[in-house]
């Protein structure tokens, strides 16, 4: 079913859609009525009831006012108090003409059912009192013919049996003292039936000040007259009356006033039913029932209504929990064709202004906006918040004039007009012009947080409300969901929390932080900050050498170090999948030189490259974050002058920004680049390996790894067959049966068509595993003539790398072997028994022990010095360890020296674990200079230090 324009369904009033309705009739006027002055659809007692929607309130009221005029019971004194334009006056209108019975009750719409219900056959013509605070004057007298009336009592006495009636009063009347319960009690026995009206008593009594004589008496005769009269309407079962006191402090007054309201009150109190008129949800259908000549058709009200929640139903974690149940249902149709969040906005929100009248002001404002969308042609489904015209002189002064100063130039800017933001984002983007989203929602946000004051500790309307007053059954919320966001990142005079936003006439801050955006330099502001940032990202529990951000290639350390170097590029250096690459471009730079010359370890370096695309918007959000981090360090310091409420707005935004640019950064650096060579014709050939990082995955540093792990550009595990194939590939072959162990290794960090491994552990690991069988090759720790020293082949071997060090091609390692068990095999000595109880036989380099006896290297063990081991029958020493103390003039000449003296004795020999530990201590009373301390732990962080900290006595 299509959504039909509401204008094709209902009607407004003639005055409504002609815009000839007066401001001021919607201002019942009881003293006009009662002196026949009124407009006619309010003296017309048939006119008035037949625009008069009879609420649940004033059903009751007006039964409890037949019943007592017939003398059937019903309360003697009510009491309407009630907010300002809460619907008092109009009441007592709908009593006014009950009661005077001008026209016969069958003709007042709505009141046969009401005496229906009374049990009232015939009603009483009743005489009436109206007594108006507002155009009563306590110093001037009133004259009517002869006689002249001064006080309260005497005006309801010569309105109710005239002459006769003032009689009774007149000395109390001329002295301004209080005539007592017994003349009222006979005053009302003469006069019943009859109904007595007081409006605006607050306004009459405050004028009387505490201790002084007026004409209408003293402020405590007037309070003791309508003490007397209460009391004396319990006594007339046929009389009552009706007063309204005020619940606004602005219809209350100053001090005076809420002591009369106070007085008053506390004597009412006594015998009256307070009484209030309309409710919120009742003035659906008043407003409806004045504006609207016919809201439509029934079936067409409902097929409305019936999309609209469905819609949202459909929608529900987008809309407010009670738009799902069958009661907003009910709501829409009872309320059509103005949707049920305006009457919310206006009666919640609105109405706690003090010049806003609850019932009252709805009528007003409505009828001007309902005059506007019908002369625009308006084909909106329902007249939402979203509606509203405010770019219309007359909606946007009515709408203002219940506004404190200042809300003008930001209805004109920042919600609705040709020249607003708004209206320019509707215009530039089509997809949000087709439903004029920005407007709708600025009008929507206007509504609903315009009314909130700085002193309310919750402010603004959800986002939820927001859509609720604007989407339409078959629009797509999503649109609107992001002219929300356009709307909070363009108005300066839009705030947001959470999911919360209100419009105020204080800038938000955004101005400031634009204009401070502008001046952020990206040399000296923006790169140190970005590079801090990425930095940040990292972590420390990492594999590599050093991660280097924004670094220039000098800067770059050209060593084997602890694992490879990762180079994250400058921004400038972004990555993308056209030809032209600036990331190759600067990553070949570093990978080349270092500085002025050339590279060596160039298989040491891996590259992190920013996303080309992203760049400039991460730009553009780092300058955000600096300027709302400036702006919020000013605040703090003084040195911006705002309040409370805009300090904690700021760090908002700031913090926002701060999260919103971390997220920038993961997507920025996310392009992982290896470099590779192919041989081509004879020659390397330079290429990149390119993978992406994903932005959302929780540990950059960690995924990095992963992703190196897993595209095997970083090798963390290194299999001997691996191993055995770079050795018969590029080093054993042509004749060539061993190679330096420590040159493989190293011409891994050189060579860009060799494994990267991550560090020499992993290529020691390989050797030992390669060893421990005969499948692979074999490892020697030296070699002296065509003897090997440490010779390792078949057996498990700790592999030291140093410039002695051989990987052996498996078929010589084999040879070499054979030959050596060959020469192990024990050969008869003449003379020595070889049979004695011992079993003792001699070997290569044998020694004679400690008894005498030869001792036998165990078989497949070749003694690096020639000798047999010694194995006599005293303890077996295991351990030794051993500390010296070195001139650190000259220790590095005494440091060889242990090295060949000492620990060689002990790695010449096989199964022999060694350890050195070196400890250094430094102190200098007037401490290290920064410079010296950088380049220590630099060299200590190369040299893989296990510790290395400065600290303080």
Known sequence: M?????????????????????????????????????????????????????????????????????????????????????????????????????????????????????????????RMAVIDGIRLSPSQARTYGSITVNTLWGELAWQLLGEEGFSLVADSDADGTSPGKEVLKELLSRAAPCVILIDELVAFTRQLELGKQYKAGTFDSNISFIQGLTEALKAVPNAILLASLPESELEVGGTMGQRALES??????????????????????????????????????????????????????????????????????????????????????????????????????????????????????????????????????????????????????????????????????????GVQAARRTARSIFLGSAPSSQEQMIRGIQAERVLLGTVQPGQTIGVFGDVLKRLRDRLHYLYAEQDRYWLDTKPNLRREMESRKQNISERDDLIPMLKERVNRSFGKNHHFGGIHVFTPSVDVPDDYGSGPRLVVLPTQAGYSRT?????????????????????????????????????????????????????????????LNQDLSHLNQAKRNRDGAEQSLTQLIRETWKWLLAPVEDFVKGRPELNWEVVSIPPTAPNLIQSIEDKLREEEWLVYEWSPIHLRKVLNDWYLKGGVTEVSALKVWQDSCHYLYLPRLVNDQVFRNAISQGVETEDYFAYASGKEGDRYLGFSFGRGSIAPLDDSSLLIEREAAAAYAEKQRQAQQPQPQPGV??????????????????????????????????????????????????????????????????????????????GVEVTISVEIEAKKKDGFDESLQRTIKENCNVLRFSASEFDED
């Open 2 to 126: 299509s959504l039909k324009p509401w204008r094709e369904i209902a009607r407004p009033h003639k005055d409504v859609l002609e815009g000839s309705f007066k401001q001021s009739e919607f201002a019942a006027d009881i003293s006009q009525v009662a002196g026949g002055t009124a407009p006619d659809e309010y003296q017309n007692a048939e006119k008035f009831f037949s625009r008069t929607y009879i609420t649940e309130g004033m059903r009751l009221l007006l039964i409890s006012v037949a019943q007592r005029l017939a003398g059937h019971g019903g309360d003697p004194v009510i009491q309407l108090q009630t907010a300002f334009g809460g619907g008092k006056t109009h009441t007592m209108l709908a009593v006014f003409h009950l009661a005077s019975r001008e026209v016969s009750t069958d003709k007042l719409m709505g009141i046969p059912p009401v005496l229906d219900e009374a049990g009232i056959s015939e009603l009483p013509r009743a």
């Open 264 to 433: 008053l009150e506390t004597y009412f109190a006594r015998v009256e039913s307070v009484w209030k008129p309309v409710g919120s949800r009742e003035a659906f259908e008043i407003v409806r029932r004045r504006l609207f000549e016919s809201s439509g058709e029934r079936a067409e009200v409902e097929g409305i209504s019936r999309q609209f929640s469905d819609f949202y139903r459909k929608h529900a974690d987008k809309f407010p929990v009670e738009t799902q149940s069958n009661e907003y249902f009910e709501r829409l149709c009872s309320s059509y064709p103005i949707h049920p969040e305006v009457f919310d906005r206006l009666y919640e929100d609105w109405s706690t202004l003090d010049k806003f009248q609850r019932t009252r002001g709805v009528l007003q404002y409505m009828a001007i906006v309902i005059h506007r969308l019908w002369n625009s042609d308006n084909r909106d489904a329902l007249i939402m918040p979203g509606s509203l015209p405010l770019e219309d002189t007359n909606v946007r002064n009515k709408s203002i004039h219940y506004l404190p100063q200042g809300w003008e130039p930001v209805i004109e800017k920042e919600v609705d007009g040709p020249r607003s933001i708004p209206a320019d984002i509707d215009g530039h983007h089509t997809l949000f012009g």
């Open 579 to 639: 030809e032209t690459n600036q990331a190759f471009g600067e990553a070949e730079k570093i990978l080349r030189n270092r500085g002025e010359q050339p590279r060596q370890k160039q298989n040491r370096l891996i590259f992190l490259a920013p996303d080309f695309d992203v760049v400039s918007r991460l730009k553009e959000q780092g300058r955000i974050f600096l300027a709302w981090r400036s702006i919020v360090a000013d605040i703090e310091n003084g040195t």
């Open 833 to 910: 028994d070889m049979g004695g109880p011992t079993g003792v036989t001699g070997g290569i380099g044998g020694t004679q022990g400690g008894g005498g006896s030869p001792v036998n290297t165990p078989p497949g063990v070749i003694d690096d010095t020639g000798d047999a081991g010694n194995s006599g029958s005293g303890v077996v020493k295991t351990h030794f360890y051993g500390t010296a103390s070195l001139d650190p003039v000259k220790a590095k000449m005494d440091f060889a020296t242990i090295m060949d003296e000492v620990v060689q004795q002990f790695t010449a020999q096989l």
